[in-house]
Each structure stands twice: as C-alpha cells, then as structure tokens.
C-alpha cells in the first residue's frame, strides 16, 4: 500500500519551506542588495545614518537574504586575463643574494683573489669570477653554505642554490625545485594581493582564479571599464626608501655599481633625475597600514603610512644617522617626494606628499596597504562589458527560460492529465530549490548557468515520465490503482538513478576539467539533477499520496 511515514512528510516540507525562503530574495533582487550593502557597511564602521537605515528596513532582518551573484555578463564589467612575469622574480633573488655571495667570497680573498661580478650574466643567474682558478672547490662550497633546504612538499631534501662553477667562473641560480616553489608562491601571492587590491575597492562578488602556469583571471562585475580595473591592480605598487646618493642631467648618466637613475615626478622639488643606492633601506613590505588624509599644514591631500617594529627599528637608524641629508620615496620606480631629514623617525610612522588629488591618494593607499605585487603583470585580454548588455542577457535568458518552462509544463499537462499537473507543481518547486542551493552558495549565475537550468527544466521530467509510464504498464495487469502507483515507483527508481548517476558524472568532469563558463554550467546542471531527482521520487510522490488518500479513487487514468 502507498505509504509515506510521518517523519519523512515533515522532513519534505521542510526542505520545500526552506527553499521557497531561500528563492524569496531573489524576486525582490535590488532591495535586498541594498539592504544587504547598508548592514555590511553598517557593521564595518559602527555607525547607522539615516540614509543606511532606510536602506536597510527595504528587506525584513528576520528573513533570508543571501542573493544568486549575478556573473559579469549578466551584470556588466570588466574582464581581464593577466600574465605573471616570473622570471622578474627570479632575477630579484639573484639581485638580493649578490651581497651574502660577495660578504661569503671576501672571507676567502686570500685563497681566491679578487672577485669581480659578471654585469653580461643571463638573466636568473648570477655569475663571479675569481682571481685565482685554484680557489674554485672552496669558492664553491663557501657559496653553497647560503643555500638552504627548499620549503615545499615536491622539493624535500632539495637545496634553494644551484651552484656550478669552471675554471675561475662561478654560476649561481634558483634550483629547479625552488623555482617551482617560488613560482608557486609567486602566484598565490599575486591571486591574494588582486585580491585584497579589488576587495578595498568596494566591488561586490570578483571572479579571480589562476589559470595555467603564470596566468591570472579578473572579472570584477559591476566596474565601467577594463583601464579601471587596470588601474587598480595593474600596477606593481612597489615602495621603497632609498638613499640619495646625487642628481642626474639624464636617465642615461653613468652611474657605479649598485646605483640606479631614477626620474622625480615631485613637482614641488624641481630635479629630473635622482642617483640613489638600489638597494632600499625599507621597503613597502614593512608597511603595516596606509591610510589617505590631508596635511594640516597645506590642506593638500598626502597618504600616511605605518611600518611594522622590524621596519621601524630600520628607519629610525638610518634617519637618526642621516640627519641632514635627503631620502627618497620611490613609487614603481619614480621618485615621489624627496624630502630632507630633519629629525630621527623613531616613531614608526610617516607621509608620503605630493601631486595627489584626493581620489589618487586613496587609490595609493589602497595600493600600499593591499602590498606590492611581487612580479609586473602583462594583460594579455581585456574586456569591458557594459550594464545594458547584462540586462539584455538576463532578458534573453529569462526568454528562453519561459518559453522551455512553459512547454514542458503544457507537454507534461496534455499527456498526463492530473498525474502531469503533480510533476509540473515540482517542476516548480525543482527550479526553487535551484535557487535556493545557489543563493545558499553564494553561487555566481552566468549564462552558461542560466543554459544549465534550462537543460535542468527539460530533463527534471525525464523522472516522472519513467513513473508514469510504469503505472500505465501495472494498470493494464489489472492491479488496484494504490498497488499500481507503488510498483510503479519502485520499478522506475533504478533507471531514474542510473541515469542521473551518469549526468552528474559527466557535470563533474566539466567541473574539474572545464574553467570559467563551463565550471558554471557543470554547477548548475549537477544542482539541477540532485534537486529533480528528490522532487521526482520523493515531492511528486508526496503529492499523489495526499490526492489518494483524500480522494481514495477506484480506478485512475494515467
């Protein structure tokens, strides 16, 4: 006999409540997103003005409010696909271990005469020469002592330095397994700092993932054009205070080793060109905090800045025994401002002035805080999508989302009867809780996503026509109607599985082999399978049940 237990009733209303209160925001999309915005804001800075109030009685506080994310071509913005430059990187290491490897080699001076750097070495190596070929063994171990184990779980047991050496030339460089971990870190220190870099800026729901070896995805919904984006996480943001060792006349002077020519773009001190050491005396990763504001003095917009102990200790030595002399503040490789020391800094703290307007000092403090990126990006695509084709995308999938909803409930109707009614009141209750799993996600809904719940819509049947059909074949044996509906069920179950067992395999290998518009499509049609099929054998059946046992029919037509 047909037969459902009380528990498993509750527990399938609950489940449909719920999803029902899920879906529920999503009908009243920008009020809650308001809302959502004003108690978000409400919550960072502790303060509720009037206008953050309103906003936030637009949508009850005791209901649900978590949203479907609309995708950039649903919503309009900007696409970019960056490359990370590694190989800059690696360059900067061998740059930074220049001084230990000359501090190592001096030590044995007497044993392998003058050392002499190769200024022509390619890039990533760093190349010596020694004066005396007979010193090589013990140049060679004193350079492989800087070398320490690798941190990583491929290079266990494996060395940072790769250090070679014939005749009287030593070439030192990245092991393979460091390059593969610095590479590693290399890009997930990029992913977090965009990441940071585009959250500061206040845009809702970024898409931002690596692809391949040295590539990074950015679509950030909502922006009007890619150059904003550009401009926001393009730049390297690299700080660094160096000392002024003179000017130049040129950016082609000669300078000695270890200096570097700088252009000023301090208009407040007239100098073209700066000769400074290269090596910073602090630099933009001691920053702890980078706020804007305005000086006191002249009322001009500046960004202030805070450094940790470690980089405080620093700077105040060097300006407590520079006093006098100037240091400049070098911003991706142009010198900013170049004031003179006037007092030792001891306190941690400072500001950076200059030709800032108020929105170009936020949007360096938001540089300096998110940090500096380790290595240049070169955007190889860019995209601008704009509001009113976002809206016109939803417009055409809400079209095709319609016209396929509606066939299949008028199909379903004329071919079932009664029986076709039941399964289009879960074909609809199936599209909520769609919804429902996504806004409870926080899932982002593309257009691709939007083609998976329309495939979703056509084959959510597939379940019920498998029933149905099996109850015409056990009412032709003559069976009792309550007989028929139960053999029915349970004879179509294993084909019902089995084949959305196949699809949800198939959705999971477009997942974890597929990227960007395809991942969305392989999430919303594997959602779409779970929930048809627990409305096909369980809500479907819920119904029939409730119309049996209050109808209590001798004979029923399928």
Do not use: C
């Not at 200024?119 to 140049?139: C, E, M």
């Not at 009412?475 to 019902?496: D, V």
């Amino acid at each position: 006999m047909l037969d459902i237990p009380g528990w498993l009733r509750a527990t399938i209303w609950a489940v449909l409540f719920a999803g029902v209160a899920l879906t529920l925001p999503n009908l009243f999309y920008d009020r809650v997103e308001r809302h959502n915005d004003a108690v978000a804001l409400i919550e960072e800075t502790g303060a509720e003005t009037a206008e953050l109030s309103a906003d936030r009685s637009l949508w009850p506080d005791f209901l649900p409010s978590s949203l479907v994310n609309l995708g950039l071509d649903l919503r309009g913005g900007a696409h970019l696909l960056a490359e990370v430059q590694l190989t800059d990187v690696h360059e900067a290491r061998m740059e930074a271990l220049w001084p230990e490897v000359r501090q190592a080699l001096r030590q044995l001076q007497g044993e392998i005469g003058g050392i002499r750097r190769d200024q022509n070495a390619p890039p990533g190596q760093l190349v010596i020469n020694i004066g005396n070929p007979d010193g090589l063994p013990a140049a060679i171990a004193a350079v492989r002592e800087l070398a320490e184990p690798v941190v990583s779980f491929t290079g266990v047991a494996s060395q940072t330095l790769d250090v070679s050496g014939e005749g009287s030339r030593i070439t030192v460089q990245l092991s393979e397994a460091e390059l593969t971990a610095t590479n590693d870190r290399t890009m997930v220190q990029s992913l977090e700092i965009i990441r940071r870099r585009v959250d500061e800026a206040g845009t809702r729901e970024p898409t931002i993932a690596r692809q391949g070896a040295d590539r990074i995805l950015i679509q950030v919904p909502g922006l009007d054009s890619a150059q904003e984006l550009k401009d926001l996480i393009g730049r390297t943001a690299q700080l660094g205070f160096h000392t002024v060792v003179g000017t130049a006349g040129s950016a082609d002077q000669a300078v000695d080793f270890g200096q570097m020519v700088v252009p000023s773009v301090d208009e407040q001190n007239p100098v073209g060109f700066y000769i400074l050491e290269t090596l910073p005396v602090v630099t933009g990763e001691d920053l702890t905090d980078s706020q804007p504001g305005f000086d006191q003095q002249t009322g001009l917009p500046i960004v202030t800045f805070r450094f940790n102990s470690a980089g405080a200790q620093e700077f105040g030595r060097y300006t407590t025994a520079n006093i006098g002399n100037p240091f400049a503040i070098v911003l991706d490789d142009e010198v900013i401002s170049a004031p003179t020391i006037q007092s030792a800094i001891t306190g941690g703290s400072g500001q950076i002035s200059g030709n800032f307007t108020p929105e170009s000092s936020n949007q360096l403090a938001i540089l300096l805080r998110s940090g500096s990126l380790p290595a240049e990006l070169t955007f190889l695509q860019e995209q601008t999508i704009s509001a009113s084709l976002g809206a016109d995308s939803i417009a055409a999938g809400q079209r095709a989302a319609i016209v396929a909803f509606g066939a299949v409930l008028v199909f379903m109707a004329l071919s079932y009867g009664l029986f076709g009614i039941f399964a289009n009141l879960a074909l609809i209750l199936n599209v909520t809780l769609i919804f429902a799993f996504l806004s409870l996600i926080g899932a982002t809904l593309t257009l691709p996503g939007i083609a998976g719940i329309v495939l979703t819509i056509g084959m959510a049947v597939d379940a019920n026509v498998l029933v149905f059909e099996r109850i015409r074949e056990e009412l032709k044996t003559a069976r009792g109607p309550a007989r028929a509906i139960e053999i029915g069920y349970e004879k179509a179950l294993s084909a019902i599985i089995d084949a959305n067992i196949t699809t949800i395999i198939a959705a999971g290998i477009l997942w974890a082999l597929g990227a960007g518009p395809v991942r969305g499509f392989a999430i919303t049609l594997g959602i779409g399978i779970l929930t048809s099929v627990f409305t096909a054998i369980f809500v479907t059946r819920l119904f029939l049940v409730m119309w049996f046992e209050r109808r209590r029919p001798k004979t029923i037509e399928v």
